[in-house]
């Protein structure tokens, strides 16, 4: 079946400034994701030391 429409290289370019857009979302997403981790490990390690406790970076990473 043929579309309602015609493809235009208008269309094209502007389908794929769409993909690249959301592909830069998507990577942005996860870098949040990741400093948010990394902000939580952080967090915790802070409060372990201000009650006079201690603890590794990989057993922060299991906590966080």
């Known amino acids: ?8 290289n208008r269309i094209l ?4 400034e769409i993909s690249r857009l959301a592909g830069s979302l998507q990577w ?3 870098r949040n994701l990741h ?3 990394e902000n939580r490990i952080r967090l915790i390690q802070s409060s372990l030391a201000i009650e006079n406790n201690s603890i590794d ?6 906590l966080g």
């Not at 079946?1 to 235009?8: G, I, L, R, V, Y």
């Not at 370019?13 to 794929?16: F, K, L, R, Y």
């Open 35 to 37: 400093l948010r981790k």
């Open 1 to 8: 079946m043929k579309p309602p429409f015609q493809m235009t």
């Open 57 to 62: 970076c990989r057993a922060s990473n299991r």
């Open 28 to 30: 942005q997403y996860e």
């Open 13 to 16: 370019n502007n389908m794929v």
